[in-house]
């Protein structure tokens, strides 16, 4: 749901969108075999293919998206559930009855799509083995422990809407302590009911990433391994958490599949987000970009509510059936947004391998294999069409990323 997902993806601790370049294929080599590393000639055809349909469907997502919540508007069953949820006498429970039928329409009416999506297409292509039961389990709980948590954002919105005319402005300044609650509650709390996280048992590779934190200055920090491969055989690593609760974070699958110096180049790379405060800042773009979405959204949305009134069945902001109208208005400006925010978060990729290269001082060649492995076990484009990259894309292509650490002489060591 629009306004508190966009934080969480604009964290860039998240390295989701990690992206590679091809390797060079012996022609002479069998196509029949599906060697994830170097990338066989079938699998170089999957990445492709992959590759144009997770373009594909980055539109097809957000235009169900919009289409489920204006069908609940247009049904009048947004206003027929706030009815509905009335017989809560207490406010702030009939508030939790509507959001979780909100959510709960809004999931069955995607849940078509999202099985296509997450569970036959991740299986499609090797990235899966889990059973359909196993994957529908772990949606199960996503949808449960977000049915708990939107209660707060919604009721503040609620409260901000009735009281003041800049609720737009107050909103998104309350939000900022909202978000970093989760920024540090979710590694404590929430990630653990999906993976394992296990001290690291391959000691040696503790001491490096321990010594390279010491260096960079990160104390206190635990290093833990997930067993990230239940879901995904997809390679990732991040630096989260805040305070007491920070912590680096390893997948198995890159235990497994990378050499220690590339996994110190990994990890220097994230460690470089944590030191360049890159959690703060993605927090800060993110609430400066929910103000002026909600801030268009409050130039047009009443009289829109206005003139649909006799569809949605009710006539204002202040009535809390208008939810899934407001998310509509911060899904499409926010879409429309992406461009600027993910040209934030590329720039601090880009520091971040900077910042990479230099504390681990490694060597060129296998910066450049860590981001080649990184393409071929997750099947992600090295050079994506440039309006692709420009709209999309939280990380600069691969193809720049290893032309950069190709041609950049990292900073002598001070030491
Ligand atoms: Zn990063």
Same mark, same amino acid.
């Given at each position: 749901?629009?306004?508190?997902?966009?934080?969480?993806?604009?964290?860039?601790?998240?390295?989701?969108?990690?992206?590679?370049?091809?390797?060079?294929?012996?022609? =002479?080599?069998?196509?029949?075999?599906?060697?994830?590393?170097?990338?066989?000639? *079938?699998?170089?055809?999957?990445?492709?293919?992959?590759?144009?349909? =997770?373009?594909?469907?980055?539109?097809?997502?957000?235009?169900?998206?919009?289409?489920?919540? $204006? $069908?609940? @508007?247009?049904?009048?069953?947004?206003?027929?559930?706030?009815?509905?949820?009335?017989?809560?006498?207490?406010?702030?429970?009939?508030?939790?009855? +509507?959001? /979780?039928?909100?959510?709960?329409?809004?999931?069955?009416?995607?849940?078509?799509?999202?099985?296509?999506?997450?569970? +036959?297409?991740?299986?499609?292509?090797?990235?899966?083995?889990?059973?359909?039961?196993?994957?529908?389990?772990?949606?199960?709980?996503?949808?449960?422990?977000?049915? @708990?948590?939107?209660?707060?954002?919604?009721?503040?919105?609620?409260?901000?809407?009735?009281?003041?005319?800049?609720?737009?402005?107050?909103?998104?300044?309350?939000?900022?302590?909202?978000?970093?609650?989760?920024?540090?509650?979710?590694?404590?709390?929430?990630?653990?009911? +999906?993976?394992?996280?296990?001290?690291?048992?391959?000691?040696?590779?503790?001491?490096?990433?321990?010594?390279?934190?010491?260096?960079?200055?990160?104390?206190?920090?635990?290093?833990?391994?997930?067993?990230?491969?239940?879901?995904?055989?997809?390679?990732?690593?991040?630096?989260?958490?805040?305070?007491?609760? #920070?912590?680096?974070?390893?997948?198995?699958?890159?235990? #497994?599949?990378?050499?220690?110096?590339?996994?110190?180049?990994?990890?220097?790379?994230?460690?470089?987000?944590?030191?360049?405060?890159?959690?703060?800042?993605? @927090?800060?773009?993110?609430?400066?970009?929910?103000?002026?979405?909600?801030?268009?959204?409050?130039?047009?949305?009443?009289?829109?509510?206005?003139?649909?009134?006799?569809?949605?069945?009710?006539?204002?902001? *202040?009535?809390?059936?208008? @939810?899934?109208?407001?998310?509509?208005?911060?899904?499409?400006?926010?879409?429309?947004?992406?461009?600027? =925010?993910?040209?934030?978060?590329?720039?601090?990729?880009?520091?971040?391998?900077?910042?990479?290269?230099?504390? =681990?001082?490694?060597?060129?060649?296998?910066?450049?294999?860590?981001?080649?492995?990184?393409?071929?076990?997750?099947?992600?484009?090295?050079?994506?069409?440039?309006? /692709?990259?420009?709209?999309?894309?939280?990380?600069?292509?691969? #193809?720049?990323?290893? *032309?950069?650490?190709?041609?950049?002489?990292?900073?002598?060591?001070?030491?």
């Amino acid at each position: 749901l629009g306004v508190v997902g966009f934080a969480q993806e604009s964290i860039p601790d998240a390295d989701s969108a990690a992206v590679g370049i091809p390797v060079q294929q012996e022609m =002479t080599g069998s196509s029949a075999d599906s060697s994830l590393y170097p990338l066989s000639a *079938e699998r170089q055809e999957q990445l492709h293919a992959y590759s144009q349909f =997770t373009d594909l469907w980055r539109f097809v997502s957000f235009f169900v998206g919009i289409g489920s919540l $204006l $069908l609940i @508007l247009f049904t009048g069953l947004s206003a027929r559930f706030r009815s509905w949820a009335q017989f809560g006498r207490k406010k702030i429970f009939s508030y939790w009855i +509507f959001v /979780i039928l909100i959510l709960l329409t809004d999931y069955l009416i995607n849940l078509p799509f999202s099985i296509y999506r997450s569970f +036959f297409v991740e299986h499609d292509y090797g990235f899966s083995n889990q059973t359909f039961g196993q994957w529908f389990g772990e949606d199960l709980l996503n949808l449960g422990i977000t049915a @708990l948590i939107a209660i707060i954002p919604m009721a503040f919105f609620y409260w901000l809407v009735g009281s003041f005319r800049r609720w737009w402005l107050w909103f998104s300044l309350g939000m900022f302590p909202v978000m970093v609650f989760f920024v540090v509650i979710a590694p404590v709390f929430i990630s653990p009911l +999906f993976n394992d996280y296990t001290k690291l048992t391959d000691k040696q590779l503790e001491s490096r990433i321990l010594s390279l934190a010491d260096k960079a200055g990160i104390e206190g920090s635990d290093v833990f391994e997930v067993n990230a491969s239940k879901q995904s055989s997809k390679v990732n690593a991040y630096v989260t958490g805040l305070f007491g609760t #920070k912590r680096i974070v390893l997948y198995d699958t890159l235990i #497994k599949h990378f050499t220690y110096d590339e996994i110190g180049f990994v990890m220097g790379h994230e460690m470089g987000h944590y030191v360049m405060n890159h959690v703060w800042w993605g @927090l800060s773009i993110a609430i400066v970009f929910v103000a002026l979405a909600l801030w268009l959204t409050n130039q047009s949305i009443r009289s829109v509510i206005r003139k649909f009134s006799g569809r949605f069945g009710f006539d204002k902001l *202040e009535d809390i059936a208008s @939810l899934p109208l407001v998310l509509v208005y911060a899904s499409v400006i926010l879409f429309v947004l992406q461009p600027i =925010t993910n040209g934030a978060s590329r720039h601090m990729e880009h520091q971040s391998d900077i910042y990479g290269m230099d504390i =681990t001082g490694v060597s060129s060649d296998d910066a450049a294999r860590a981001f080649d492995k990184l393409s071929a076990y997750n099947l992600s484009d090295p050079d994506p069409n440039p309006i /692709i990259e420009f709209w999309f894309s939280s990380h600069p292509s691969l #193809k720049k990323r290893i *032309e950069f650490v190709r041609s950049y002489r990292p900073m002598p060591d001070p030491n």
